[in-house]
C-alpha cells in the first residue's frame, strides 16, 4: 500500500510552533546593533499646506537623533514613476515628506528619530505644524456628482464588459423589476501586526529590510528606484506577516520612511505605525452600487444593470473589479454595467480581501433576493433558474464550474427545505429567525513564480520561493507538496519563503499563491527527482534499472517500483550512489496561455446564513452560516477551512460592523482604533460550517488549486442581509447593518 | 521622556498624603484599565501615579457583622467573582462588576475605577445604585460617606475632593424576599459601551413589592437613581400596569446623547425596554431568596 499523501489531508501548520512560541520574528522584531526608532507625526488637516514645522523642541529632547521633515529630508528620486510600485494604480503614488502639500488627513509630516522608541514618540508630540487648509471634500454622497469613468485602467483589474443585448430596453419591458441603491462604508484592514520596517545598516553600502510587505520583491523594487539603490545592495527579508489582508501589497509610508532615515542616519532604523496611525494609509474604498434586475413573471431574468461609484483618492485611480460578477453569476442576455470613480480628499484606497466582490456582489444577491420575494419564488430556485453554464461576460465555458453542487450541498447541511417563505413567519422565544442565501464568486488565478528545491545528502529537503505566508498557511502547504515529492515526512522539508534573494514571486495576494508557488516548487521536486532517478537507475544493481519514472513511487524516502513496492532505493542510497551531495534545481512555472485564452475560471460558493433578532432591542445575532465552496483541489482541508472561516467571520463584520466613519467637517476618519472600529468578537460568532465540494480541475493551475484566500468573505454580507430580511421583512441595502438602520427605516433607503 | 513618578504604598494615610501633596497632578491607580488606555492616548498625563492595589483594604471583601458586605475599592471583577458568598447575595451587582470588559479586563478592573472614572456608561454603577451601595471616602480631612450615585458629577469629572480617595463601598444587608438585577445593551455581543445599563433591586413579600430601586446608565451625563420607577413598582404586584408605569418613568428619566452606538430615540426607548427585563430577573430572583 502506498501511503497516504500529505496534499489533501489535513495537516497542523508547520510555523504554528514557531509562531505561538515567538520565534517566528516579524518585522518590528529583527533586532540591529545600534539601532534607532523612528516615530512618525501625522498631518492634522485633510487638504492644504503646511506654512511651517517648528522641531526645535523635539530636537531638544535628549536622545533624539534628528527629525525629518518635507524641509530637510534628503534628496530622493523625484519623478513621481520613479515611487510607483509592482501594483501600483495609474497616477501619482504618494511621496512622504515629499513637500508641503497635504493630500489626506493623517498624512506624515515628520518622522521624529531617537535611541529608543520612548523618546522619539514623545519628541513627536513636540513637533508643532501649521498649515494653511484648503477647501476639502470626503463625501462620497455628494463627491459621486463628479463621478468618472477611469480613463486608464489599473493593470490586472478588468473594466466591465462591453454591454450585451439591450437591458436598458429590456428592463423596461420586463414584467417585475427591482431597482436599488446599495451602500458599502469604508473599511479598514486592521491586522494584528502593525505595518513596521527594520532597516538594518550591514556597512558597505548595503541593507537588510524587515518589512511588512506581502512581497519582498515589491520592497525591494521601490526602495532600489526611490533611493536609487542596486538590487545587490538592497535584501528585503520577511518571513512571517502578522495579518495584512492586501494592506501589505504596497510599499507604506513607514518602508520610504525607515529607509530614508537609516540612509541619511549611517544606521539601523526601526518605524512602527500605531494602531491610530493603521488608519492612515489603505482601506476598501466606499462604494455606491445602483442595481436594475428585470425579470419575466416566472424569475427569468431578461435584464441586469449594475453601475458602481467607488471612492478614490486625489492622485491614484484605485480600481476594483465590482460590477462584472454582475454579468457573470446569472445567464441573462441584457446586461450592461459600469464603474466609475470619485476623488476625495483621503489616502488611496487598497485592494482588502477579496477586492471588489464583496461590494458587487452584496447589491447584486440583495437584489435577487428582492426578485424572489416579488416573483414568489424560493431564492434557492430563482438562482438555480438563472444559473449561468457559461462565462457571458467573457463568452468562454468555465475551467470548473460546481456551483449546482454548491448550492445543493449548503441546502442540504443547512435545512433549508425548512424554510417558510413569508418574512417574519419565523420565530423562536422572543427572537425573529430569518434565513438567507447568497451566491459568491471570485477569480482563480495562477501568476508566474519560480521555486528552488535542494536535496541533501542527509535526506533533508529544501525549498524556497520568494512570496510571502500573512497568516494563510503557505509554508504548510508549500511543505506538504514538497514532502509528497519525495515521499518524505513534512519534518524533513524545510520551507523558505520571504526574501528578496530566493527565486522570484509575484506578491502574495488574489488568491493565486497556492496554485502558483505550489505549481513552482511541485516543479522544481520533480525536476530534482528526476536528476535523483537518473542516479538511483545507475546505482549498482539498482531493482529500478529499466522503469522509467513513471513507474515509480517517492515512498517512505525510497524510490520503489510502483506495480512492486517492496523493491526500490532508499533516496539517501541513490544520491551516494551519483556521487551527489546536493541536487539543486530551480524551476518556473507559469499559468497555461492557451487555457487562459479559452476559458474562464472562478472559484463559487454559496452561503446559508440564519439570524436571530430581538426586534424590542434591535440586536441581531448570526447564529448559523453554513458555505459550501468549490475551489478545485482542496490542498490542506485544515488550513482552508480556516481561511473560510476567517473570510466568513470578516462578512460577518462588514455585514454588521466594520465601518470608518468620517467627520467630514474635518476630513478625518473619527473611529481610528479598535474600541470604536468594531470587528466581531468571539462571542458574536456563532456555528460556522463548511464544505469543500469536490470540484476536479486541471487547467487553472498544474496542481488542481483554484485558491481560497478570498472567497469566504464574498456574499456573505448579501446572505446574512437576507436572512435579516426575511426575519423582519426589513430590506437594509446600506451596510453595516447596524441597529439604528434595523429599528429606523434609514434615509438611504431608497427603493424606486 | 515625560517624567512620571510611580508610589505604591502599603497604607491608606501614605496614600492619601502623597495624592493631596501632589496637587491634582496626581492619578490614583487602581486596575488601571482606564487609566492607562487614557495615558496612552494622551488625554491625561499625570506627574505622580499612586497605585492603590497594595493597600490591604482597598482589597479586601469583608461581611459585616449586620450581614452586609464591605467591597474594597480596588477588588477587581475577577476576585469579587470567586468570592464564596457574595454573588449569592448580589447576583446584579456581580453581574455588572463581571460584564466590565474580558477575563483579561476582569483581572485588573475594579468597581472603584469604574465608579471613578465617571463614565455614564459605567456598567456597574447603575446595579451599585440599586443596591443602595454607599461609598467610603477618605481624604487630608479625614473619612466621609456618600451614596455612589452622589460620586459622579459629569462625564469624567467627579465629586470627591481634592486628595480624596474612594476606600471601599458598603452594601446593606438583604431583607427576606430580595433580589437583584442588572441589563446592558451593546450592539456587539461583547467588550463594547453600554448603550442604556439598567440595574434594579426590589424586595417581594408575598407578591406584593416592598421595595424597588432602579439605576440607570448610559442616558444622562451621569448614571441615574430613577427614584419615581422605583415608586411605579412599590406597593404592585408587578403587574403589567405597573412595570410599564416604572418603563414609562425611566424613559422620561433620560437625557441621553446621540452617537455611533444608539441616537437618542433608541436609547430612551430601549430603556423601558431594558427596565421590563432587569425587573423580571430581579422579581424571579426575589422569588426564589
Ligand atoms: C478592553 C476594555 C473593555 C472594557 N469594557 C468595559 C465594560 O464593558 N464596561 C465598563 O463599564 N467599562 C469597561 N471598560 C472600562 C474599565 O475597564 C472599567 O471602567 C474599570 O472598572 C475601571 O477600573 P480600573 O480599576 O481598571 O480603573 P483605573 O483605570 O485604575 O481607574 C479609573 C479612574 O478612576 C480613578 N480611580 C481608580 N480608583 C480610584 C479610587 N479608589 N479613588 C479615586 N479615584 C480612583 C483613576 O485615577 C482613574 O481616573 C473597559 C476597558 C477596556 C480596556
Not at chain 1, 302 to 311: E, L, S, V, Y
Not at chain 1, 686 to 709: A, N, Y
Not at chain 2, 35 to 43: E, N, T, Y
Not at chain 2, 164 to 172: C, D, M, Y
Amino acid at each position: 500500500m502506498l501511503k497516504e499523501p500529505h496534499v489533501g489531508a489535513p495537516r497542523s501548520r508547520v510555523d504554528g510552533r514557531a509562531k505561538v512560541t515567538g520565534e517566528a520574528k516579524y518585522a518590528a522584531e529583527f533586532p540591529a546593533p545600534g539601532l534607532a526608532h523612528g516615530h512618525v507625526v501625522s498631518g492634522a488637516i485633510a487638504r492644504g499646506r503646511i506654512t511651517g514645522i517648528d522641531t526645535t523642541a523635539a530636537c531638544a529632547v535628549p536622545g533624539v537623533l534628528e527629525v525629518f521633515t518635507h524641509e530637510n529630508r534628503p534628496r530622493t528620486a523625484w519623478f513621481d514613476y520613479k515611487h510607483r510600485d509592482e501594483v501600483a494604480p495609474p497616477g501619482s503614488p504618494f511621496r512622504p515628506l515629499y513637500d508641503e502639500t497635504i493630500l489626506y488627513s493623517g498624512q506624515p509630516v515628520a518622522l521624529v528619530v531617537a535611541e529608543d522608541s520612548g523618546t522619539a514618540r514623545h519628541a513627536a508630540s513636540l513637533v508643532r505644524v501649521e498649515y494653511e487648509a484648503g477647501a476639502h471634500e470626503t463625501d462620497l454622497l455628494r463627491a459621486r456628482e463628479d463621478a468618472y469613468v477611469p480613463p486608464k485602467r489599473r493593470s490586472g483589474i478588468s473594466p466591465p464588459p462591453k454591454p450585451r443585448g439591450d437591458a436598458v430596453a429590456a428592463l423596461a419591458e420586463a414584467p417585475l423589476r427591482v431597482e436599488a441603491e446599495y451602500r458599502i462604508a469604508t473599511e479598514h484592514h486592521n491586522p494584528m501586526e502593525m505595518h513596521a520596517t527594520t532597516v538594518v545598516w550591514e556597512g558597505g553600502g548595503k541593507l537588510t529590510v524587515h518589512d511588512k510587505i506581502q512581497g519582498v520583491l515589491n520592497s525591494q523594487g521601490y526602495i532600489c528606484n526611490v533611493f536609487g539603490l542596486s538590487k545587490e545592495d538592497v535584501r528585503v527579508v520577511s518571513p512571517f506577516v502578522g495579518g495584512a489582508f492586501g494592506s501589505g501589497l504596497r510599499p507604506q509610508y513607514q518602508l520610504f520612511l525607515a529607509v530614508m532615515a537609516a540612509l541619511a542616519l549611517k544606521r539601523s532604523v526601526r518605524v512602527v505605525l500605531t494602531r491610530d496611525q493603521m488608519f492612515t494609509f489603505s482601506h476598501r474604498p466606499e462604494t455606491i452600487n445602483q442595481v436594475a434586475l428585470g425579470a419575466a413573471a416566472d424569475g427569468m431574468l431578461r435584464a441586469i444593470r449594475h453601475d458602481a461609484i467607488g471612492a478614490t483618492s486625489r492622485f491614484e485611480d484605485h480600481q476594483e473589479v465590482v460590477v462584472n460578477w454582475s454579468g457573470l453569476l446569472y445567464h441573462c442576455d441584457n446586461v450592461e454595467l459600469g464603474y466609475k470613480l470619485a476623488q476625495l480628499d483621503i489616502h488611496t484606497p487598497a485592494d482588502m480581501r477579496a477586492p471588489g466582490a464583496p461590494l458587487g456582489v452584496f447589491a447584486l444577491e440583495s437584489a435577487m433576493d428582492e426578485l424572489a420575494d416579488k416573483a414568489g419564488i424560493d431564492p434557492l430556485e430563482l438562482r438555480l433558474k438563472n444559473y449561468a453554464e457559461t462565462d457571458e461576460n467573457e463568452g468562454k465555458p468555465y475551467t470548473s464550474k460546481e456551483l449546482r453542487a454548491a448550492y445543493r450541498l449548503g441546502a442540504e447541511r443547512f435545512g433549508w427545505s425548512r424554510r417558510s417563505a413569508a418574512p417574519r413567519s419565523m420565530r423562536e422565544g422572543r427572537e425573529l429567525v430569518g434565513w438567507g442565501l447568497a451566491s459568491g464568486v471570485w477569480e482563480a488565478q495562477m501568476q508566474q513564480t519560480s521555486a528552488r528545491a535542494v536535496l541533501t545528502a542527509d535526506g533533508r529537503l529544501e525549498v524556497a520561493t520568494a512570496t510571502a505566508d500573512i497568516g494563510t498557511g503557505t509554508y504548510t502547504i508549500l511543505a506538504q507538496i514538497a514532502a509528497d515529492a519525495f515521499g518524505l515526512p513534512m519534518e524533513s522539508v524545510t520551507v523558505r519563503i520571504g526574501d528578496s534573494s530566493l527565486p522570484k514571486s509575484p506578491i502574495e495576494g488574489g488568491s493565486w499563491t497556492a496554485a502558483s508557488a505550489g505549481s513552482a516548487v511541485q516543479a522544481a521536486c520533480h525536476a530534482v527527482r528526476e536528476t535523483l532517478f537518473r542516479h538511483a537507475r545507475g546505482a549498482e544493481g539498482s531493482p529500478l534499472g529499466n522503469a522509467d519514472l513513471d513507474h515509480v513511487a517517492f515512498v517512505d524516502g525510497r524510490i520503489v517500483l510502483a506495480a512492486d513496492p517492496d523493491r526500490g532505493i532508499g533516496l539517501i542510497e541513490a544520491m551516494r550512489a551519483g556521487g551527489a551531495e546536493r541536487i539543486e534545481h530551480e524551476q518556473t512555472a507559469s499559468p497555461d496561455k492557451a487555457n487562459q485564452k479559452r476559458y474562464s475560471s472562478y472559484t463559487h460558493s454559496a452561503i446559508f446564513a440564519e439570524v436571530r433578532v430581538d426586534e424590542e432591542l434591535g440586536v441581531l445575532r448570526v447564529t448559523c452560516i453554513v458555505t459550501a465552496v468549490a475551489a478545485g483541489k482542496i490542498l490542506n482541508p485544515k488550513t482552508a477551512r480556516s481561511q473560510v472561516i476567517g473570510g466568513v467571520v470578516w462578512g460577518m463584520g462588514m455585514a454588521l460592523e466594520e465601518e470608518t466613519l468620517a467627520d467630514h467637517r474635518l476630513g478625518r476618519f473619527m473611529n481610528h482604533n479598535l474600541a470604536e472600529y468594531h470587528v466581531p468578537v468571539n462571542a458574536d460568532v456563532h456555528d460556522i460550517d463548511v464544505i469543500f465540494v469536490e470540484e476536479q480541475d486541471s487547467r487553472t493551475s498544474p496542481i488542481g488549486v483554484k485558491g481560497l484566500g478570498e472567497i469566504g468573505i464574498v456574499g456573505t454580507a448579501a446572505a446574512i442581509a437576507n436572512a435579516i430580511h426575511h426575519a423582519t421583512g426589513k430590506r437594509i441595502r446600506d451596510l453595516p447593518i447596524t441597529l439604528d438602520k434595523l429599528l429606523e427605516r434609514p434615509p438611504a433607503e431608497r427603493a424606486r | 521622556m515625560t517624567d512620571i513618578r510611580y508610589l505604591a504604598p502599603r497604607t491608606l494615610d501614605e496614600a492619601v498624603g502623597a495624592f493631596a501633596a501632589a496637587r491634582g497632578a496626581a492619578r490614583i491607580l487602581a486596575g488601571g484599565t482606564d487609566l492607562l488606555v487614557q495615558m496612552r492616548a494622551g488625554a491625561v498625563r499625570p506627574g505622580l501615579i499612586v497605585d492603590i492595589k497594595r493597600i490591604a483594604e482597598m482589597t479586601s471583601i469583608e461581611e459585616t457583622a449586620d450581614g452586609g458586605f464591605r467591597i474594597g475599592a480596588a477588588v477587581s471583577g475577577a476576585v469579587l467573582g470567586e468570592h464564596p458568598r457574595f454573588g449569592q447575595v448580589w447576583p446584579g451587582v456581580l453581574e455588572a462588576v463581571n460584564l466590565i470588559g474580558s477575563t483579561q479586563v476582569q483581572g485588573r478592573a475594579s468597581p472603584g475605577g469604574n465608579l471613578c472614572n465617571a463614565s455614564p456608561a459605567g456598567d456597574s454603577v447603575p446595579a451599585m445604585i440599586a443596591a443602595d451601595a454607599v461609598v467610603t471616602v477618605q481624604g487630608p480631612d479625614g473619612r466621609r460617606q456618600m451614596p455612589v450615585a452622589a460620586v459622579p458629577a459629569g462625564p469624567g469629572r467627579t465629586n470627591l475632593a481634592p486628595g480624596e480617595i474612594l476606600v471601599s463601598f458598603t452594601l446593606p444587608p438583604r431583607p427576606r424576599g430580595a433580589g437583584d438585577a442588572y441589563l446592558r445593551m451593546i450592539p456587539r455581543t461583547e467588550m463594547d459601551i453600554a448603550v442604556v445599563g439598567c440595574g434594579v433591586n426590589l424586595t417581594l413579600r408575598d407578591g406584593t413589592c416592598t421595595a424597588a430601586r432602579v439605576g440607570l446608565g448610559a442616558v444622562a451625563p451621569t448614571v441615574l437613581l430613577v427614584g419615581e420607577a422605583g415608586k411605579a413598582l412599590v406597593g404592585s404586584r408587578l403587574d403589567a400596569a405597573a412595570i410599564e408605569a416604572a418603563a414609562a418613568a425611566c424613559r422620561a428619566a433620560c437625557r441621553p446623547i446621540d452617537d455611533k452606538r444608539g441616537t437618542i430615540a433608541y436609547r430612551t426607548r430601549i430603556a423601558g425596554v431594558l427596565l421590563k427585563r432587569t425587573v423580571g430577573i430581579a422579581a424571579d430572583r426575589a422569588g426564589r431568596a
